[in-house]
């Protein structure tokens, strides 16, 4: 999100398709219970991404455990975890330096950009409540140029689905406001990364089709886990 100002939705600091991966059962299973796979020929899998906002009918199942907070300071825990999941991916793949193709060089520098303001912006919200940033292992992938782009495209619409899945549990309007304004630029990115990765299919621009999917936060911590990404 860029060029967002905390006192434009009054946060003061009161709050937190196919992945090309490696090998592994596990991540392509993670990729189906994404709703990600489409037609689309996979090969192993990886990732994930996430969020929340609004629309009515989100029941109270689909929020994140009581592990990352009560109500709505939960909701951005959980979101800023997975912003942090995003940043680290991205920041590894730009420390590697292996992007040669340019339109995607320049994919990875802006969704970098994005993702650090992401992160600064939940963080500053969450003040002292602030969830701190997992490690991560990546395995590899980063390094890969077919496999990051893959990868990434998994992350961003999956991302996408996560935030749609908190629809209706965000209680504070300015903190609905400043995620949907978070799931709109994950949206674009999304659009950016399934053009470069295949612009003739439409699986890979818009899997879901002309309507996005709903991930209940539990459906995204268990794709979390199976990519095996969180190291500590």
Do not use: C, W
Not at 50 to 70: D, E, H, N, Q, Y
Not at 107 to 135: I, M, N, T, W, Y
């Amino acid at each position: 999100m860029n060029n967002i100002n905390l006192e434009d939705f009054d946060v003061d600091g009161a709050i937190g398709e196919q992945a090309y991966a490696v090998e592994g059962d596990t991540r392509l299973s993670f990729l189906k219970k994404a709703g990600l796979t489409g037609g689309a020929a996979l090969s192993g899998g990886a990732i994930l991404s996430a969020l929340t906002p609004g629309i009515a009918g989100a029941a109270s199942s689909t929020r994140p455990p009581a592990k990352f907070g009560k109500g709505d300071i939960g909701i951005l825990n959980y979101a800023l975890t997975l912003e942090y999941l995003e940043r680290a991916f991205y920041q590894e793949a730009a420390d590697k330096g292996q992007i040669s193709d340019p339109a995607t060089a320049e994919f990875l520098k802006l969704v970098l950009r994005d993702e650090k303001a992401h992160v600064a912006f939940l963080k500053k919200a969450l003040g002292s409540k602030a969830v701190k940033s997992p490690k991560f292992d990546f395995q590899g992938i980063p390094g890969d140029e077919a496999k990051f782009k893959k990868t990434a495209a998994v992350l961003e619409n999956t991302g996408v689905r996560a935030y749609f899945g908190q629809a209706g549990n965000i209680a504070k309007p300015a903190y609905l406001k400043a995620a949907a304004s978070i799931l709109t630029i994950e949206a674009r990115h999304a659009g950016i990364i399934g053009f470069l990765n295949n612009s003739a299919s439409s699986t890979s621009s818009t899997p879901s089709g002309p309507f996005d999917k709903q991930l209940s936060a539990a459906a995204v911590l268990k794709a979390v886990t199976a990519t095996k990404f969180i190291t500590g």
